[in-house]
């Protein structure tokens, strides 16, 4: 097995055995998603038109919930002075990692985004777009979570840092993922549009933050 | 160049003639600023009386931004060839980079209230300088959690240069997102369209500005290097007392 699917398998393994798995994630998520109707009120129409933003409001706040994991426990007990001496090109390895992590964790989020946006009343075309839009936004979100939990490796009570580091970086990928669940909602033909950018800030995501994940990691030891 | 000044002694003698020089051309700028945007310029013809407010709302967001700016080049600098001296330059950019985006959306505020008839308005401008601010906070929160100096530096320094990539992506997402739903009651000031006797107190406001950004940032420098020498000595001193009372017993 090459170290990039060995270091890809145990990091979802990790994530699976020692958080719950996507128990987590997505037991948070339903519970914002639970929670914010109850706040803002049983209003059927207002509900539905706010749908596609709650879900990707609570997801992006379910990302953030496991991202001080990720580096924290690797920084603590030697593994990252291990892995930037393993001979394996850092980048490579930080994104096998994050993913590994977020593969294991984050795949009921589209789901849920879609049974969620039924529930608050949406028509299951829209409701689909939304999913997609999740699922489009996945990788963006673990990776700018990732970036954040790299810079803030090993501070105690790091969660809250990384929250604020993470906010600013996830407007992008908010505003398209939203933004594709709310037009389809609305029956306006900037879904797909919004649902490509949502896609395009993933890519983007992908191909840079590993580069800034790697320099976080190196900048935090010696 | 940036290697020349980066030798404590030259930048000392340097700040020694530029912090007055700054504070000088500060005060007095901001003197004739105030003066002529508060009572040498004409009221606007359709704002009345508020558009004065426009002259420190205006410079504080340019400050605003162009702080950030100045926070990733010394940052970028430091990453590349490890200047202590543009290091501590970021440290001490960011919480005035923070007050000015706070007095930005502060100022900004004040004028919408009379202009638009709301405090806030969810436009893509206000909205931008708000993660600007974000921005800001994440940064120094970084810095002020990391202990070691070295590790507060490096780590920074990516933040700081990660952030104008994201801040240039928020811009053009939040264009994007306040375009679903434009209001139409923004009030738009392209620079053409502005009277002379209106650009003058500005382009002042925002020289005056920018020199007490310099200034208090070259302030802050000095001292912080002052600070650090003074703590050098008070060890050193420590350490002949300590030696003097060995020898002596």
Request: proline share 5%; no cysteine; charged share 10%.
């Amino acid at each position: 097995m090459s170290p990039l699917a060995s270091i890809f398998i145990r990091e979802a393994r990790l994530a699976w055995a020692g958080g719950g798995g996507a128990a987590g994630p997505a037991a948070f998520f339903l519970a914002a998603i639970t929670l914010a109707p109850l706040a803002i009120g049983p209003a059927p129409d207002l509900l539905a038109a706010i749908a596609a933003g709650i879900m990707s409001f609570a997801a992006l706040l379910s990302v953030l919930q496991s991202a001080d994991r990720l580096f924290g426990d690797d920084h603590g007990d030697g593994t990252a002075e291990l892995y930037l001496l393993s001979g394996v090109t850092p980048v490579w390895l930080v994104l096998a990692k994050v993913m590994g992590q977020a593969a294991a964790t984050l795949w009921p989020m589209p789901a849920i985004g879609l049974v969620g946006a039924l529930m608050y009343g949406v028509p299951i075309g829209p409701a689909l777009v939304g999913a997609l839009a999740l699922l489009a936004a996945i990788p963006a979100l673990a990776l700018i979570a990732g970036f954040a939990g790299a810079l803030a490796a090993g501070i105690r009570r790091s969660g809250l840092l990384i929250a604020l580091i993470a906010t600013p970086m996830m407007v992008p990928v908010l505003i398209f993922a939203a933004g594709a669940g709310r037009s389809a909602f609305d029956g306006d033909e900037r879904a797909l549009a919004n649902l490509m950018l949502t896609l395009a800030v993933s890519l983007g995501t992908t191909a840079l933050a590993p580069f800034g994940i790697a320099a976080a990691l190196r900048s935090r030891l010696g | 160049m940036l290697s020349y000044f980066s030798n404590p002694q030259r930048f000392d003698q340097l700040a020694r003639v530029l912090i007055p020089l700054f504070g000088g051309l500060a005060l007095i700028l901001l003197g004739v600023g105030v003066w002529l945007s508060f009572f040498a310029s004409p009221p606007d013809y359709q704002q009345g009386e508020t558009i004065r407010i426009m002259y420190v709302h205006v410079p504080a967001a340019y400050m605003a931004m162009a702080l950030y700016a100045a926070l990733a080049v010394a940052s970028f600098v430091y990453f590349v060839w490890r200047h202590a001296l543009a290091d501590a330059a970021a440290e001490v950019i960011a919480p005035l980079g923070a007050v000015f985006t706070i007095l930005a959306l502060f100022t900004g505020s004040l004028w919408g209230k009379p202009m638009w008839g709301t405090w806030w308005e969810w436009d893509a401008r206000m909205t931008s300088v708000l993660v600007l601010l974000l921005v800001y906070l994440g940064y120094m929160a970084l810095r002020a959690a990391l202990e070691d100096a070295q590790q507060a530096a490096r780590t920074g320094a990516i933040l700081a240069m990660a952030g104008i990539i994201n801040l240039v992506i928020v811009k053009f997402s939040v264009d994007w997102w306040s375009s679903l739903h434009q209001p139409a009651s923004v009030i738009r000031f392209d620079g053409p369209t502005i009277h002379a006797s209106q650009l003058w107190p500005l382009a002042v406001m925002a020289v005056a500005y920018t020199f007490l950004a310099g200034w208090l940032v070259l302030y802050r420098l000095r001292s912080q290097a002052l600070r650090r020498r003074a703590r050098t000595l008070q060890r050193q001193r420590e350490q002949v007392a300590r030696q003097l009372e060995e020898a002596v017993s």
